[in-house]
């Protein structure tokens, strides 16, 4: 079995600070994503990838940046961070192009707080 | 645009009580429709998928049905246990992406 790797697990910075989280994973999926959890809401999609150096605009990309440099690692900016977007932030992966019906991996989250 | 409505925010039960938790869509054609869990301190994980009307998705004791007719996949469990405590997600896929209902967390009282 694969796993999937997000860090750090809490990320604590300022307002207006670019802020970075990364993910690693090595199911050796195609597509990798990153996912925003607000409490009592489901989760909404900023960024995906499905291959090296591909970046696709999810519904909330405004005020993020990603970044897929190899397969196994996708990062995610907040360029930068204001107290309204403290959320979780959930990595995830697939094994086909897009989930046309294939299960989403999900790492175990990183928090975002912002002070 | 397609969306996935679950009514219950919370859900909260007595052990081996029924459980349902209401999951309806809107979307065209026949998009694939999935239930996740979701335990505190890890991300969300598969419980299972249906793609046509009238499949039976289930797992660990949960079940779904794929209604085409009144758009709906309601999650449903005979009989739960303290250990169901989570949250659980309907989803539809649309083009390249999830679309995921709001969730409902699911209380187990002691």
């Known amino acids: 079995g694969g796993i999937i790797t997000q860090t750090p697990k809490f990320l604590i910075g300022q307002e207006g600070q670019k802020l970075t989280l990364k993910c690693q994973q090595n199911?050796?999926?195609?597509?990798m994503y990153w996912y925003r959890q607000d409490s009592g809401k489901g989760l909404r999609l900023i960024y995906y990838?499905?291959?090296?150096?591909?970046?696709q605009k999810g519904d909330l990309s405004e005020g993020y940046d990603a970044s897929r440099e190899k397969k196994s690692s996708f990062s995610l900016t907040v360029t930068s961070a204001q107290k309204n977007e403290m959320a979780v932030f959930l990595c995830a992966s697939s094994l086909d192009r897009g989930p046309s019906g294939n299960t989403l991996y999900f790492g175990e989250g990183s928090r975002l707080i912002v002070v | 645009g397609d969306s996935v409505t679950q009514t219950e925010g919370q859900v909260a039960l007595s052990e081996e009580d029924f459980l349902t938790i209401h999951c309806n869509y809107s979307a065209s054609g026949y998009p694939t429709l999935f239930w996740y869990v979701q335990y505190p301190g890890e991300g969300p994980q598969l419980l299972f998928r249906?793609?046509?009307d009238k499949e039976k998705g289930s797992s660990r004791g949960f079940e779904a049905t794929y209604d085409k007719g009144t758009t709906s996949f309601h999650l449903r469990k005979a009989s739960v246990q303290e250990s169901d405590s989570a949250v659980y997600y309907c989803?539809?896929?649309?083009?390249?992406?999830?679309?995921w209902g709001s969730g409902t967390k699911l209380i187990i009282k002691p």
């Open positions: 989803a539809l896929k649309s083009n390249y992406q999830l679309i």
């Open positions: 990838s499905i291959t090296e150096n591909d970046l």
């Open positions: 199911f050796n999926h195609d597509t």
């Open positions: 249906a793609s046509r």
